[in-house]
């Protein structure tokens, strides 16, 4: 059984930054591509950014692209986001998770193993 479980979320004011961490059970990280997303109230959860396997290759929500930056450490089996000029509008529950289907990664129903979410909070 996979777990995955985030850590890093927090209150923040607007400018300020966040790295979030995604511990990993096994060696998923190492092995699979995985992904970052956001639920934010009311609204459905949405793509953030992904790291591919192997080859690494990075893919971000254009509303975040130049702000995060998604990284993963294999020897520790973690991934990361670090989140940096944060905005009002990043608030949300942030999951990790891991890709299983072999299409579209911006897809929530491509994962098959999700954390349990860290709240993600920005003050204006």
């Known amino acids: 059984q996979v777990q995955l479980v985030e850590s890093g979320g927090g209150l923040v004011q607007a400018g300020g930054s966040l790295r979030l961490s995604c511990a990993a059970s096994?060696?998923?990280?190492?092995?699979?591509?995985m992904g970052w997303f956001r639920q934010a109230p009311g609204k459905e959860r949405e793509f953030v950014a992904a790291?591919?396997?192997?080859?690494?290759?990075?893919y971000y929500q254009e509303s975040v692209q130049g702000r995060f930056t998604i990284s993963r450490d294999n020897a520790k089996n973690t991934m990361f986001l670090q989140m940096n000029s944060l905005k009002p509008e990043d608030t949300a529950v942030y999951y990790c998770?891991?890709?299983?289907?072999?299409?579209?990664?911006?897809?929530?129903?491509?994962?098959?193993?999700w954390g349990q979410g860290t709240q993600v909070t920005v003050s204006s």
């Open positions: 998770a891991r890709k299983s289907g072999a299409s579209n990664l911006f897809q929530v129903h491509e994962y098959d193993y």
């Open positions: 790291i591919t396997w192997p080859v690494g290759l990075t």
């Open positions: 096994g060696r998923t990280v190492s092995t699979h591509t």
